[in-house]
């Protein structure tokens, strides 16, 4: 420990960025975040909004997998919950963007403690099975249900601001990237709290939570609640962003995608739930990039769906056997290199 390292107030000891380098870093990142639309083309800004999105949903789960250490396979559903929500009440009401996320939120989050209920019987992988149950039920009801559209799904209208229509990837950048980062802030206060401590303690030793005094079955439920939240909103931004929801948006393969963000990026993290995020939204992008070198590139639509599957399930299975604390960790081991060069063994 660096001499004068040692907090003299709790305040200072509770602060989510201690050094004044860490706060510089994040003022820079601010800055670039800010500058960057301005900067990039209309692709990396599509990419950018994306990644935010899919940075949300993976902090979701990474609340209830990585942080409680209850598996789902169900958080493409709960996305799928929230976009038609916001596609409903922005069809049907004309409601503000504000209220249809938090709306959406909500309603994910009440599908989230429905789906939880299980969680005080089962876990592991009778957990993950009864969530792609919940997900195939809500598949079905997204293709049979007339409010939702049925297979042909719904467009959704863009949202607004004071009368200015957020129709491209530029203006959506401006609502999606501070809704992602008030929900990482969150996030990352959760588990200084009371409430945040008890989920890892159910994480680590559930029975001796118990005795503790947590009452397991309501930190679970309010866990999944939360992470449902996380990916309810971030379904709302997407119906925003694509601008049509159907059935098919949400698929069984997108939730083995956040899973593989948080197994890639490192379990029980926020950063490691940022870098999932990206790292798994740019691989098939690249994937595209290496399909269009083929000689066949006219099948590479055909190519990609299968090979993007077998990618990510290698992704998770290198990841669990070579670094299984995830790209956090390497991100970690590279400061501390850092920090302690020229001075280390």
């Known amino acids: 420990m660096r001499i004068g390292a040692a907090k003299q107030t709790y305040a200072a000891d509770a602060a989510l960025f201690d050094t004044a380098t860490q706060r510089r870093w994040i003022a820079a990142l601010a800055l670039a975040l800010v ?15 994306l990644i935010a999105i899919n940075v949300a949903s993976a902090c979701g789960l990474n609340i209830l997998t990585g942080y409680t250490g209850l598996v789902s396979l169900g958080q493409a559903a709960f996305m799928g919950l929230g976009a038609y929500t916001v596609a409903i009440l922005q069809a049907r009401f004309g409601t503000p963007f504000w209220v249809n996320l938090f709306a959406a939120g909500t309603v994910a989050m009440i599908g989230g403690v429905l789906v939880g209920i299980p969680s005080l019987r089962v876990k592991g992988l009778y957990l993950a099975i009864a ?11 997204f293709a049979n ?9 719904l467009s959704v209208q863009p949202a607004s601001i004071f009368g200015i229509a957020l129709d491209t990837s530029f203006k959506l950048y401006w609502l999606i990237l501070p809704v992602t980062a008030l ?17 890892i303690a159910i994480r680590d030793r559930d029975i001796s939570a118990e005795v503790l005094g947590i009452p397991l079955l309501r930190y679970k ?14 379904g709302g931004l997407w119906a925003y962003f694509f601008r049509v929801v159907t059935p098919e948006s949400f698929p ?22 940022i870098l999932g995020a990206v790292f798994m939204t740019l691989v098939p992008e690249l994937l595209k990039l290496v399909v269009g070198w083929l000689p066949m590139s006219a099948n590479a639509t055909l190519i990609l769906s299968p090979v993007r599957t077998i990618v990510f399930g290698a992704l998770i ?13 390497m991100w970690r081991r590279v400061r501390r290199f ?8």
């Open 35 to 49: 500058a960057f639309p301005f900067l990039a083309d209309e692709y990396w800004l599509y990419l950018a909004c």
């Open 131 to 141: 969530t792609i149950a919940a997900s195939v039920l809500a598949h079905f009801l």
């Open 145 to 153: 249900l007339a409010l939702t559209g049925g297979t042909s799904g």
């Open 338 to 345: 850092f920090h302690l060069w020229p001075f280390r063994n």
């Open 221 to 234: 439920l309010l866990s999944f609640g939360l992470s449902s939240f996380y990916a309810g909103v971030a």
């Open 252 to 273: 069984l393969v997108m939730s083995i995608f956040f899973l593989a963000a948080i197994i890639v990026g490192g379990m029980g993290s926020i950063l490691g739930a």
């Open 317 to 329: 299975v290198a990841f669990l056997i070579f670094e299984p604390h995830g790209l956090a960790e």
């Open 183 to 199: 929900m990482l802030l969150g996030a990352a206060n959760l588990f200084r709290t009371r409430i945040g401590r008890a989920f």
